[in-house]
């Protein structure tokens, strides 16, 4: 079955613990992407990698970095989260070229950050 | 700066009470508008992409239509199981084409 799958679902952390989201997609995609969700603000997204090795920012990348070594996974990784970043958190990856940049989103991830 | 807004916030309608739903947006160079329903405590999940002015896509009782200002989504005869929030989402910049600006989305009840 083709998808997007995150680890873990649910986190409660402090703030300061360096914590990391893992993110895995079976399509063989090429673009994966990192949006954090948050109410009255809809999906903003954090960061993006179009291919390995090759990542670029979005629109609210502050206090995250990402990393993409192998071809199906992105992990977003907070260094030291803080309160700000308690947020509903969502991966999703999909194809260049017209037609086929539909993105497939994971199940997402809930982080409180105390 | 990309700006994409949808209205209503939130809609309820009867059962089989037709309506549309607004996405307007102000963005410097728009590559393609996606549409996608939530489900609570789930991703969202890809409905229509349109990329030019006059286009129209359709899928069972939604139907997405775009000009160069806004997309509506009409839903006809609207189910409850209908009942989710719809995002829109533009497709901007000419780098890699992979940075989107999605709205706040629509609430939709539809009520049995």
């Known amino acids: 079955e083709a998808q997007v799958t995150q680890n873990p679902r649910y986190l409660i952390t402090v703030t300061g613990k360096k914590l990391t989201v893992t993110c895995s997609q079976n399509?063989?995609?090429?673009?994966m992407s990192w949006y954090r969700q948050d109410p009255g603000l809809g999906l903003r997204q954090i960061y993006y990698?179009?291919?390995?090795?090759?990542?670029d920012k979005g629109d609210v990348p502050e206090g995250y970095k990402v990393s993409r070594k192998e071809k199906r996974n992105f992990p977003l990784i907070l260094e030291s989260p803080s309160p700000n970043q308690t947020s509903l958190y969502f991966c999703?990856?999909?194809?260049?070229?017209?037609?086929?940049?539909?993105?497939?989103f994971g199940p997402g991830t809930r982080l409180l950050v105390l | 700066e990309d700006q994409v807004t949808q209205s209503p916030e939130a809609l309820r309608l009867q059962e089989g009470e037709s309506s549309s739903l607004n996405c307007s947006y102000t963005v410097s160079g728009l590559r393609g508008l996606f549409w996608y329903r939530q489900d609570p405590g789930k991703g969202p999940e890809f409905l229509f992409t349109?990329?030019?002015a006059g286009e129209e896509k359709e899928k069972e009782r939604l139907k997405a239509t775009l000009t160069k200002k806004e997309s509506f989504l009409h839903i006809t005869a609207p189910k409850p199981e209908d009942s989710a929030t719809y995002l829109c989402a533009v497709q901007v910049r000419d780098n890699y084409g992979q940075n989107f600006v999605f709205g706040p989305g629509t609430r939709l009840s539809v009520l049995p």
């Open positions: 990698s179009m291919n390995v090795e090759v990542t």
């Open positions: 399509m063989n995609h090429e673009y």
């Open positions: 999703a990856s999909s194809s260049p070229g017209q037609g086929r940049e539909t993105q497939y």
């Open positions: 349109l990329y030019s």
